[in-house]
């Protein structure tokens, strides 16, 4: 079926040109600091620029802030594991226990926020692939073995 109305343009039809506007990825917001400004353009560039509507803007702001608090925690976790900060005579093993718990229940509480932003913004591995697709994708990989599958080094014929 065509759809065209038939005979010529008329003189408006043919100066009226329509263009595909063009879509910007969004800037990161100022309250941001400068690790969550390039944290947020990294996620802005991983999806096409009409994916972002102004509505996920405070998730998405969220999302980069506790990417960086996950780092800070990092950081933090690395340098409570040193062996100089169990050198030190003021701390007690049950102190050092209590600090080290702290953070990893800290790292945990931004995992689990980190997670939950993504799926609510559908940038998650798991919203991207649908789950027959992630099957056929694991069980096309050559490389891939079971956990409890030995890798071929550790095994013996001889």
């Known amino acids: 079926m065509n759809k065209r109305k038939p005979g010529r343009k008329s003189t408006a039809e043919l100066g009226v040109k329509i263009s595909a506007l063009s879509v910007r990825r969004p800037d990161p917001p100022e309250e941001l600091s400068d690790d969550e ?33 996950a780092r800070r925690i990092d950081r933090l976790l690395t340098a409570v594991r040193t062996d100089e900060y169990m050198r030190n005579d003021d701390l007690s093993f049950t102190a050092y226990l209590n600090c080290l718990n702290t953070l990893l229940r800290s790292r945990d509480r931004e995992s689990r926020a980190l997670v939950n932003l993504a799926r609510s913004m559908r940038i998650s591995q798991q919203a991207m692939i649908l789950p027959r697709s992630a099957g056929r994708l694991t069980a096309n990989t050559t490389n891939t073995r079971l ?6 080094w550790e095994t013996s014929d001889e």
């Open 37 to 69: 400004k390039e944290t947020w353009k990294a996620i802005t560039a991983t999806q096409p620029p009409d994916w972002w509507r102004v509505d996920t803007f405070p998730l998405l702001t969220a999302y980069c802030s506790h990417i960086e608090n």
């Open 147 to 152: 956990p409890h599958e030995a890798p071929p």
